[in-house]
Each structure stands twice: as structure tokens, then as C-alpha cells.
């Protein structure tokens, strides 16, 4: 019985690496040309000594200079990693920002958007960091934005360069403000909480890939 797995998006991560290295380049300082671009001339790439710690997702239980908190009242330490955080240049407000990448591979690709139920997802992923941010203490505007990159094909030739050992893909870029709502978060910490310690499972969603997993593990027990 093959356990729930995910493949490694090693292309998605290295265009955040990229992205990243984009806003790098002025953090601190100014805003983005791609900011300016999109009429954010007023926020600028957010610079702070924990931030690296804070992208690191898969370490972020690792303390307080990561990005998680305790929640108290489940001792519950929750957290993750975040692509970028954006800062209002006269307020000092902080907003999120999640680097997404994908490619259309419809014959008449249309913008990407929010829209979609596995996108819900990524909303989700959005307040659950405004929770923590505002844990940290700082001020966190409810505004976030997703920077996307859609990898192109309809008119493009090929990828391969003059240079053989060399290949490239044009993206179009997009920028999508998304206004979140972290009232949910407390109270399903609470819900985790209980449901971990219960003495019985919970029904599962259609969806979930681990319900058929922990089905196949009872019969064969059985």
C-alpha cells in the first residue's frame, strides 16, 4: 500500500528562488519595477534579519525566529514558510505575498485568477500567515497578492537557445490581489486539537487521498 505523496515541484521552486532574487535586489529600499508596474510604487520588498529563517518551511518548528507562534491556549506551534512579505513605505504595514507558477496548456490559455476549488487552498495558506504575522506583533494588512508567472507555449517557436546546451521558457506575469479573513484559524486549532486527542476518527472528505490509505492498512489488519 503506497503511502499519500506528493511529487517534488523542483521547477516551481526554483522560479520562486528567482522571484525572489528579483525583489532581493531592492528590498528594503524601493519598490519593484513589476510593483511600480502594477501601481504599488508605495510598498517595498520587506526587509527584517529573521526573513530568510522565515522561508524556510520545512524547518519552521525549529523556534520563534522561524515563521510559527504557540498558540497558547492549544500549545499547538503552528507555522510554515512564506515566499515574500511586501511593506507600505510610509505605514510600515506589512502585507503577504505567495509566488505561484503555472503554465495554461489550453489552446486559448486565458489569465490566470483565483478562482477554482484547489485554489481555495492557496486563500487559505494566505490568512493562516496574516494569523501568524499578527501573532508576531506586527501590523498586517488584511490586502495580499499572489505574483504569478504562466509559462508560455501558443506562439512561441521552441525553448532551445543558439547555445545548445542551453534552453529558456517565457512567462507572462501576473500580480492578483487577494483580501483575506483569519477570524477561521483560531478556532480550527481548537477543532485539531480535539480531534487529535479523541478516541475516534472523524469522517473523511471525499477527497482525501488518506482515507483510502488508512482503509486499505484496517483490512489488512483485519
Known sequence: MKFPSMPPFNINSNTDRLLKRDFDSV???????????????NLKPFEHPDLERWMSSLHFGSGDDYFS???DETNIRFGGGIDDIWEHVTTGQLHIVDYKSTSNQSKDPKPVSLA??????????IEMYQWILRRKGFDVSDTAYFVYVDGLHVGMSGMLEENPRYASMRFA???LVYVGDDSWVEDTLTEAKFILEGS???????????????SQVYDCLC
Open 27 to 41: 528590498r528594503g529600499f524601493g519598490p519593484h519595477p513589476f510593483m511600480v508596474h502594477h501601481g504599488l510604487d
Open 69 to 71: 507562534v504557540v498558540h
Open 116 to 125: 477554482g476549488k484547489w485554489k481555495e487552498g492557496y486563500k487559505r495558506q
Open 173 to 175: 506575469t501576473s500580480l
Open 200 to 214: 475516534e476518527c472523524p469522517d473523511h472528505d471525499v477527497d482525501c487521498e488518506y482515507w483510502p490509505f488508512i
